[in-house]
T-cell receptor
Framework: RKEVEQDPGPFNVPEGATVAFNCTYS??????FFWYRQDCRKEPKLLMSVYSSGNEDGRFTAQLNRASQYISLLIRDSKLSDSATYLCVWPYNTDKLIFGTGTRLQVFP | GAVVSQHPSWVICKSGTSVKIECRSLDFQATTMFWYRQFPKQSLMLMAT?????????EQGVEKDKFLINHASLTLSTLTVTSAHPEDSSFYIC???????????FGPGTRLTVT
């Protein structure tokens, strides 16, 4: 089993919709994760951190479910500019990040 | 703040030649820099970790004699792909972090095409 696994999508949603992605992980001791956003042919950019208490930043909410070993990213009121690939990332240690293959989101008008 | 640059942004080279990619932290000192490779529709894979003034630590399966890493200062790391082959064609991304932090700041990437 991979350390982190994501549904590759694509998720096609209209503007204004609410969409959620999940990412499952294998290490039950994991306590923190990151969500990164990667646009086509660009570098990944940190979207938000996820800890047991969850995290919310504007239209984005991330949660960690340790019992079921998954993290989620909820995007409300989707914008065209939210179209990207969203990467689930597990910090194995301070020197190694494990990246998921990403979930592609396409927001259409 | 926390800007990382890479040069070149894209390069095409012939099989058998060597290519050098530079990674610079522009507004901070990076104690550690990382080199990743990403093939189409795949996740970023860590190739190696380098600390300033030390030899790089390579991930399993990455040939250290083929991918030469030099981390000469706290703001510059270079990756040289020696004797490049078409299968080395990929998107190479560097990142940098400050001490004791999980957060990595990524460069814009270098797209390498070997013909």
């Amino acid at each position: 089993r991979k350390e982190v696994e994501q549904d590759p999508g694509p998720f096609n949603v209209p503007e204004g919709a609410t969409v959620a992605f999940n990412c499952t992980y294998s290490n039950s001791a994991s306590q923190s994760f990151f969500w990164y956003r990667q646009d086509c042919r660009k570098e990944p950019k940190l979207l938000m951190s996820v800890y047991s208490s969850g995290n919310e930043d504007g239209r984005f909410t991330a949660q960690l479910n340790r019992a079921s070993q998954y993290i989620s990213l909820l995007i409300r009121d989707s914008k065209l500019s939210d179209s990207a690939t969203y990467l689930c990332v597990w910090p194995y240690n301070t020197d190694k990040l494990i990246f998921g293959t990403g979930t592609r989101l396409q927001v259409f008008p | 703040g926390a800007v990382v640059s890479q040069h070149p942004s894209w390069v095409i080279c012939k099989s058998g030649t060597s290519v050098k990619i530079e990674c610079r932290s522009l507004d901070f000192q990076a104690t550690t820099m990382f080199w990743y490779r990403q093939f189409p529709k795949q996740s970023l894979m860590l190739m190696a970790t380098s600390n300033e003034g030390s030899k790089a630590t390579y991930e399993q399966g990455v040939e250290k004699d083929k991918f030469l890493i030099n981390h000469a200062s706290l703001t510059l790391s270079t990756l040289t792909v020696t004797s490049a082959h078409p299968e080395d064609s990929s998107f190479y991304i560097c990142s940098a972090r400050v001490r004791s932090s999980y957060e990595q700041y990524f460069g814009p990437g270098t797209r390498l095409t070997v013909t």
